[in-house]
Nanobody
Framework: QLVESGGGLVQPGGSLRLSCAAS????????IGWFRQAPGKEREGVSC????????YYADSVKGRFTISRDNAKNTVYLQMNSLKPEDTAVYYC??????????WGQGTQVTVSS
C-alpha cells in the first residue's frame, strides 16, 4: 500500500514537497510515478522515476519546477514542487510498478494553489 503526504494549501509561487511511502513493503524494485487529477479533468502523468533513480521523466507543464527523487533507504519517493501555479491544483497520486504501467496506488493528497 502506498501513502502520499505533504499536500496542502499554498500561495502561487510557493513550494510543497510530496512524499510517497510504502506501508508493509518496499519501493526499491519499482518505478514510481506521480499523477494528478483536477476537478473535471482526466488524471495526467506528472513525473516518474526508475527503480534505480537514474531515469526521470517530467511533463512539459512541470518541467523546471518539479523534481522527483527517491530515497530507497527510507522507502520513500519525493516530489519537490516549486513555483506553484493555480493550475497545479489537483489531487496528487503516486503509483508503483514499471514505467508506463503502475499496479499499486495511493489514496492521494490534495494540493491547492490559491491566494
Amino acid at each position: 500500500q502506498l501513502v502520499e503526504s505533504g499536500g496542502g494549501l499554498v500561495q502561487p509561487g510557493g513550494s510543497l514537497r510530496l512524499s510517497c511511502a510504502a506501508s508493509g513493503g518496499t519501493l526499491d524494485h519499482y518505478a514510481i510515478g506521480w499523477f494528478r487529477q483536477a476537478p473535471g479533468k482526466e488524471r495526467e502523468g506528472v513525473s516518474c522515476v526508475s527503480s534505480s533513480g537514474i531515469s526521470t521523466y517530467y511533463a512539459d507543464s512541470v518541467k523546471g519546477r518539479f523534481t522527483i527523487s527517491r530515497d530507497n533507504a527510507k522507502n520513500t519517493v519525493y516530489l519537490q514542487m516549486n513555483s506553484l501555479k493555480p493550475e497545479d491544483t489537483a489531487v496528487y497520486y503516486c503509483g508503483a510498478g514499471v514505467i508506463g504501467k503502475y499496479d499499486y496506488w495511493g489514496q492521494g493528497t490534495q494540493v491547492t494553489v490559491s491566494s
